[in-house]
């Protein structure tokens, strides 16, 4: 999953078609618990665009965002926000599935 690099770069990248952006920390315990999924997602769901968000590095557009809890998921398509899983809870393979089951693009 790409890494993103900048604020410039997660402008770009919104305006795009089909881009969710995960966020995450490399201390944070849910998060480890889903990396070995996130390759498997990027494969089954490949007409979308995959963007891991270290909260650290980008904690201002955490709080644009109301990202509080992390990991959380947040997708665009075409600059407009078309779905969000925002949450502290710790999120499945299916959890995750689901969300990106139910975003209308």
């Not at 305006?15 to 089954?44: K, Y």
């Not at 650290?56 to 779905?83: H, K, M, T």
């Not at 710790?90 to 139910?102: P, S, V, Y």
């Amino acid at each position: 999953m790409e890494a993103l690099q900048s604020m410039e770069q997660f402008e770009q990248l919104k305006g795009e078609e089909r881009t969710i952006f995960m966020f995450t920390a490399s201390w944070c315990p849910d998060c480890t618990v889903i990396e070995p999924i996130l390759p498997r997602l990027e494969v089954d769901y490949p007409e979308y665009t995959f963007v891991s968000v270290d909260r650290d590095q980008f904690i201002d557009l955490c709080g644009e965002l109301n990202i509080f809890g992390i990991p959380s998921f947040v997708a665009f398509n075409e600059g407009n926000e078309v779905g969000r899983f925002v949450s502290k809870d710790r999120k499945t393979q299916a959890d995750i599935e689901a969300f990106i089951n139910g975003i209308n693009v």
